[in-house]
């Protein structure tokens, strides 16, 4: 970061807390990141995921969150009824939940309750971690060639117009450009639609977000009286 010559400012750094057993262990896993990376802040830390004791590890992101040397807290591989769960019992909002995304797995419940939150939904592994079926895919390889684009790009311009942040993973320089080239076309409603039809994963109604709020908001009122 130093030796690219940019304003820190103009960098987004995202660091991750781990499974945690104890707040106390928290607060010194987050304050050891931050002290390896030596910078004088970081935009954005996570709970990677909804393991240990997931309320210890979030009061510690919310200590470290009124220092300022963290800007901004959220959560990773949490689904909507977990989001709603985690926002109940604590002081501060995700602002963002990064979780598993592809137009084989697309989250619709999981990205409609995030963005009814004002919670940003955010892609990891958006291009399907390699799954070699994505890029023969018959719609996606259509929608392709109708835009002159390769099939990534237009995945990952389909989750961005749904409002979902994208960040594919490559090590070729190459692909990051190609990967950043998707704000110079755009999908039409009825092409986003033949995308949407391309979900394989059910969904997940076991935890829903609703229903979750209004219950356990309904026993925090009562255990507070």
Do not use: C
Request: no cysteine; aromatic share 8%; hydrophobic share 45%.
């Amino acid at each position: 970061m130093r030796q690219s010559g940019l304003a820190r400012e103009d960098v987004f750094v995202t660091s991750k807390l781990s499974s945690i057993i104890n707040e106390g262990q928290a607060v010194q896993a987050i304050e050891g990141s931050l002290d390896k990376l030596d910078i004088d802040y970081v935009d954005l830390f996570l709970l990677h995921a909804p393991w240990g004791d997931s309320y210890a590890a979030w009061r510690a992101l919310e200590r470290v969150l009124e220092t300022g040397r963290v800007k901004a807290i959220g959560v990773s591989n949490f689904n909507a009824g977990a989001v709603a769960d985690l926002t109940v019992f604590n002081r501060v909002t995700p602002v963002l939940d990064q979780i598993e995304i592809d137009p084989f797995n697309q989250k619709k419940t999981d990205v409609a309750y995030l963005r009814s939150q004002g919670i940003v939904p955010e892609a990891w592994g958006p291009l399907g971690q390699g799954r070699a079926d994505l890029y023969t895919n018959p719609v996606l390889k259509g929608l392709a060639d109708q835009h002159q684009k390769t099939v990534a790009q237009v995945v990952l311009r389909w989750n961005i117009q749904r409002g979902v942040v994208v960040i594919p993973k490559t090590t070729h320089r190459e692909r990051m450009a190609e990967n950043l080239a998707v704000f110079d076309f755009t999908l039409t409603k009825e092409e986003m639609a033949a995308i949407s039809q391309l979900d394989e994963a059910p969904a997940d109604f076991i935890y829903d977000p609703d229903y979750i709020q209004q219950t356990v908001a309904g026993f925090v009122k009562n255990w507070s009286k």
